[in-house]
């Protein structure tokens, strides 16, 4: 490991929430990715590509609770190594794989998969970014394979919604209405299938509690409380969040590829 120092000043949104010690970082919560992957119907022995993979986490819930193989791939190089001691902690070494590489060069990885996994990904890329993202998937699925999405909707203000999450995110986030999160699918040959939408619980006290526990919560907010650099960050993002809580939303889609 590189052991980098975070510069909580300049660092992405979600590096932010990481740093505050969140561990689940999707807008609609876990019980939303739980949908997803009831949607998927997986099978022992399946494969499935996951894209930004951090530590290791789902990858590893994934191979445990559907008995399957997951290779994931991750750019950073501490969170691949935490990742893989994660992944040798849990004994899961033939199951679970993590490469260091970068989502824009997914042709790099060998073979195709009967699933790819992307969760909070293409929000923070731009038009072309999704689409060339969209079609690199493609590419990487199997024939009928499917593609498993959980993103930020923007039910409408899509612009102004962009330019403030740019600003207090330090990405440019850009999420779609859902008609535009399924035209980019089909323009990539990716056929929806079946979707579903509604608010965007990301910070919600309600759902941290859901998706961390109580002992993680209390570790996230002692240290929103301790380090004012994460708390200014992460009151920053929520008054976003607060300001469009009618326009933002999640929205999780299963595709299959054409």
Partial sequence: MTNTILNIQTATG???LAAAGKKYLRPG???VTEKLFQWANFQPGETVLELGSSFGYSAIALAKSYHIKVVGIEKNPDSVASARTNICAAGLENQVEIIEGNIFNLEAISGK???VLAEAILT???PLGKAKILAEIHNRLKPGGKFLSHELLASDKEEQIRA???RVIRVNSTPLSESNWITAFATAGLQVEKCQTDSMNLLNLGRIFQDEGFFNTTRIFWNILTQRDIRNRVLEIHQVFHKYQQELGYII???VAQ
């Fill in 253 to 255: 889609l299963c595709a």
């Fill in 124 to 126: 923070m890329q731009s």
């Fill in 113 to 115: 998969f009967d699933y």
């Fill in 164 to 166: 403030d999450l740019a």
């Fill in 29 to 31: 919560g876990r019980i």
């Fill in 14 to 16: 979600h590096e932010v």
